[in-house]
């Protein structure tokens, strides 16, 4: 199974890193999802979560407000100035 290199970093520390099945990210123009062999993409960030899909099922979700993805021969790189805990959801409703 092929996966994802995953930096997601802030203007001052590492949020995130190693290998991931899948990230999403709220790019300007809607939900972007990135998949292991996905064409060269640069994208512009609007408010929104960023989600991580570890190899292992857990997701890791955090909220910004802007920055860029740059994914390239199965490495994503996420810079934003903040990123935050998302809430947790509740998906019984």
């Known amino acids: 199974m092929s996966a994802l290199e995953v930096t997601f970093v802030t203007a001052d520390r590492t949020v995130w890193t190693g290998q991931a099945?899948?990230?999403v990210v709220p790019a300007?123009?809607?939900s972007?999802?990135?998949l292991p062999?996905?064409?060269p993409t640069l994208a512009i960030l609007g408010s929104g979560v960023v989600r991580i899909h570890d190899?292992?099922?857990h997701v890791?979700?955090?909220s910004v407000e802007g920055g860029f993805v740059s994914v390239d021969s199965d490495v994503v790189?996420?810079?934003v100035d903040d990123?935050?805990?998302a809430a947790p959801r509740d998906d019984r409703a």
Do not use: K, P
Request: proline letters at 0%.
């Open 32 to 34: 972007m999802g990135i």
């Open 77 to 79: 790189t996420i810079g």
């Open 21 to 23: 099945a899948q990230v």
């Open 83 to 85: 990123a935050e805990s």
């Open 28 to 30: 300007i123009d809607g």
């Open 37 to 39: 062999q996905m064409q």
């Open 60 to 62: 890791d979700e955090r």
């Open 55 to 57: 190899l292992d099922g």
